[in-house]
């Protein structure tokens, strides 16, 4: 497809309970981003890959969170353990190159509710 | 105090008006600045971007920057019922390459 693809869009669990999210970037964009979005609050950043490795880790709230980039495409964020606060919409971007001065682009996210 | 600010609104205003959305950074390293616009249960969507002083013009979309002072605005001119939506404000840090958001200013546009 030609933007940012995220699966599942809805995810409902059990407290306790792990989940994996999917994103599929834009094709030949190097860059990808993780963020999470709490009800009237901007998004916030959590991960950033470039290529394979994780470039920038310092948002992932605690280690119950763990992304990877295998490959250097699709992108897997996995929460374990989880619990009521993580309920949120969780939303990848990916960029062409990274980069300050590039644009991120955002999928529709995974509204994640934790009940 | 946060490092990206905005009012929450709401903020109306008549079709066919200017509406300006303004935001302050407390970061003087911020080097990159970003309108989103996003819809009630949608993702963000990528309005416009800035990064040297002065003002980008994109169709109706005029972004504003001025770094002495802090702060970054939109300005929509003529604005329609679907401009409607929440705006948010991002810049990123030199040295880093995360989008820090504001939380956003919603806008309704009154027909």
């Known amino acids: 497809g030609a933007g940012v693809s995220q699966t599942p869009s809805n995810k409902v669990t059990e407290k306790g309970k792990y989940v994996e999210l999917r994103c599929d970037p834009i094709?030949?964009?190097?860059?990808l981003y993780w963020y999470r979005q709490s009800l009237g609050q901007g998004p916030e950043f959590l991960i950033y890959?470039?290529?394979?490795?994780?470039?920038?880790d310092s948002g992932l709230p605690n280690d119950r969170f763990f992304a990877v980039r295998p490959e250097g495409s699709v992108s897997t964020l996995k929460i374990q353990r989880t619990e009521r606060g993580d309920s949120a919409v969780y939303l990848c971007?990916?960029?062409?190159?990274?980069?300050?001065?590039?644009?991120?682009?955002f999928g529709d996210g995974t509204r994640l509710s934790i009940l | 105090q946060k490092e990206v600010e905005q009012n929450s609104g709401p903020l109306s205003v008549p079709e066919g008006a200017i509406a300006s959305l303004n935001c302050t950074y407390s970061?003087?390293?911020?080097?990159?600045f970003f309108w989103y616009r996003q819809y009630s249960g949608k993702s963000p969507e990528l309005i416009m971007f800035?990064?040297?002083?002065g003002d980008k013009e994109d169709g109706r979309f005029t972004a504003q920057l001025n770094k002495a002072s802090q702060y970054v605005s939109l300005l929509i001119r003529d604005s329609q019922p679907s401009d409607s939506a929440t705006y948010l404000c991002?810049?990123?840090?030199?040295?880093?390459?995360?989008?820090?958001f504001g939380t956003g200013t919603r806008l309704t546009i009154i027909p």
């Open positions: 971007a990916s960029s062409l190159i990274g980069g300050a001065n590039q644009p991120q682009h």
């Open positions: 094709s030949g964009h190097t860059a």
């Open positions: 890959f470039q290529g394979t490795g994780a470039a920038d």
């Open positions: 970061d003087r390293g911020s080097q990159s």
């Open positions: 800035i990064y040297s002083n």
């Open positions: 991002a810049v990123i840090n030199f040295g880093n390459e995360k989008l820090t």
